[in-house]
């Protein structure tokens, strides 16, 4: 996966905080760019952006 804005890969981005949920665990990244996304990682390993959340910081 690539941040939707510059395309820099989304496993190089900072981790900013990871959550615990029935499903798996949120967790909320930073990119390069400051765009920051939301991930949902389940139990099977699947992983998948949810959301583009506030963007340049």
């Known amino acids: ?3 939707e804005r510059c395309g ?5 981005a900072v981790i900013l905080s990871t ?3 029935s499903q798996g ?4 990244r930073r990119c ?3 765009t920051v996304s939301i991930q949902l990682v389940t139990l ?3 992983s998948g952006t949810l959301a583009e959340a506030a963007g340049r910081r």
């Open 1 to 3: 996966m690539r941040c």
């Open 19 to 21: 959550h615990s949920t």
């Open 25 to 28: 665990w949120v967790r909320y």
């Open 44 to 46: 099977d390993g699947q």
């Open 32 to 34: 390069v760019c400051g």
């Open 8 to 12: 820099w890969p989304v496993d190089e």
